[in-house]
Every structure is written in C-alpha cells, then in structure tokens.
C-alpha cells in the first residue's frame, strides 16, 4: 500500500479531501470489522468529518493524516508479491499480500518449468550437468530465502537453454 505523505499538501479540493476522509472511515470499519475498534482513531475521524463540513480542509486533512499513520503502526507491512496474470482460470490462494504457497509461487513455478525443460533436453542426449548444477543452486536459493537471486539463476538456466534450441545437433 502506498503510504501518504505526512505532511499536508499546499493545495487542497474538498473532493480529495472527502475521498481521503472516505478510505480512513473504510480501514477502521475494518478494523473493527476485525475486533480492533479504534475508538480514539474513531473519535478524531469525526472530528475530521466536522472540519470536511466546515470547510476547514487543511485541519480535516492534518487530523487524517495522523489517523492514518497511527493505523498505519497498527498494521502489519504486507509482502508485495507477484502473481500470474493471465492465465485462464487462475483463482489465488490465501490471503491477498500474504506469500503464495509453493503452488502458487512464481518463481517456484518458472524453476520447475524450467526443470521440466532440461529433462526434455537430458531425453535428447544432451548433457545437462552444468545447468541442473545452476538449477540445483537456483532451487537452494529460494528456500533461502534469497527470491532475486533464484530468479536470477533460473533465468540464466533459461537462456542458455534458449540458446541451444531443441532438436538442433
């Protein structure tokens, strides 16, 4: 989520204002939707609601601002993770902004595919030990932890298979 600046803007409309006022009012119906009412936060977004009907745009939207930071602090930071786009009938699993299970892992995916492909290439008779070494080394990242440098690998182990194109000696 991308985090709002906590200094207030030099110019203001009531539309933004009002909109701002609108997405504060939205996490803490959630939050209380979740059993963490927020009553101080609740009481100070009342106050903003006030000052939006006033006019008092700048106030309105210093209350929101620290509002927002505050729950902000509550909130756990969310992974950003990548998932596939396009494909026919994809339905994520678990929570949004949580790691996918190894399932449903990108990366995960791309190495296993890319495992598949160097089987095909071993069926053919070609040696494959250096790149199933890379592979190996690209799969022991990625328990890790280490996702840049798993994906990193396995696209070198696919590149050097797309350089050396089946069916071709």
């Known amino acids: 989520m991308r985090r709002r600046s906590a ?29 963490n009412a927020e009553t101080e936060l609740e009481a100070r977004w009342t106050r903003a609601r006030d000052l939006v009907a006033r006019g008092a745009l700048r106030d309105a939207e210093t209350e929101l601002l ?19 786009r396009g494909l026919v009938g994809y339905v994520p699993a678990g929570e949004r902004g949580r790691p996918p299970t190894d ?17 095909v290439r071993r069926h053919e008779g070609r040696d494959v030990g250096p790149l199933v070494a890379r592979l190996a080394a690209a799969f022991t990242a990625l328990r890790a932890g280490d996702r840049g440098l798993a994906r990193r690998l396995g696209d070198e182990v696919h590149a050097a298979l797309d350089a050396d194109p089946p069916g071709e000696r």
């Open 66 to 84: 620290t509002i927002d930071a505050r729950l902000d602090e509550r909130e756990e930071e969310s992974e950003l993770t990548e998932f596939p």
């Open 103 to 119: 399932e449903e892992d990108p990366v995960a995916n791309r190495l296993r595919l890319i495992e598949r492909l160097l089987d």
């Open 7 to 35: 200094t207030p803007r030099p110019t203001l409309l009531a539309e933004e204002v009002e909109g701002f006022l609108a997405g504060v009012d939205e996490r803490l119906k959630e939050r209380r939707r979740a059993g």
